[in-house]
Structure formats: structure tokens, C-alpha cells
């Protein structure tokens, strides 16, 4: 995996920012070892944007995994897709004040760490 860099939130946003990642599975830390053979990635897509004035990341990942069927215990493909959209904050009064109804994600001194 690539070095982790750290960039500004609001130079994201204001450019409309859309990083593309593939992460194998076993690099998840906490990752259910009975989900990750067979060399899967996940695709995970983070699109930058501006909400009420806030920062705003909007998250999709994509996989395919490997699971063992429970009825009858024979392989069995699970594919999860999944997006969601947070507010990014600075500190924890800013997330006070966040608009009702949104997640927030806190990025201290307005920096993400990719």
C-alpha cells in the first residue's frame, strides 16, 4: 500500500476531489479471515463536495466476497455495495453544530490522511 499522505479538506472539496483506491482484503485490519481469501479488493471510491457550507465526502466500496453458506454449508458469493455520505469537521464543536440527520467525520486541523 502506498504511503499515506496528508491533504486539506477544503482544497478537496473545493475541487470536487474523486480519489479511487483498491485495498486487499487482508489489509483491513479487524477483517473477518473467513471473507478474505481468495485475494479479493475492495473498490472503494471517495468523491469531495460541499454541503451547507461543510466539507462533505461522499464514500463507495464495492466487493465481492467469499462466505460459506450457513443452510448448507457450500460456497457461496456475497457482493456488498454500499455508499454513504459524512460532514467533515474540524473538532468536536463544529460536529455539534452540524446540520441534524448527518454523520460527521473528524479530520483535526482540516487534514485527511490518505
Known amino acids: 500500500m502506498p504511503a499515506s499522505k496528508l491533504r486539506d479538506v477544503r482544497k478537496l472539496a473545493d475541487s470536487r476531489a474523486v480519489f479511487e483506491l483498491d ?3 487482508e489489509e483491513l485490519p479487524d477483517f473477518p479471515v473467513e471473507f ?3 485475494g479479493a479488493q475492495v473498490h472503494v471510491r471517495v ?3 460541499r454541503e451547507q457550507g ?3 465526502a461522499e464514500v463507495g466500496l464495492q466487493v465481492g466476497l467469499a462466505a460459506t453458506c450457513q443452510r448448507c454449508l457450500e ?7 454500499s455508499t454513504s455520505r459524512v460532514l467533515i469537521v474540524e473538532s468536536e464543536q463544529e460536529a455539534e453544530s452540524a446540520p441534524a440527520g448527518w454523520e460527521t467525520f473528524l479530520a483535526p486541523e ?5
Open 23 to 25: 485495498i486487499p482484503l
Open 36 to 38: 478474505s481469501s481468495g
Open 75 to 81: 460456497p457461496m458469493a456475497v457482493r456488498v455495495d
Open 47 to 49: 468523491s469531495f463536495g
Open 54 to 56: 461543510f466539507p462533505v
Open 110 to 114: 482540516g487534514r485527511l490522511d490518505f
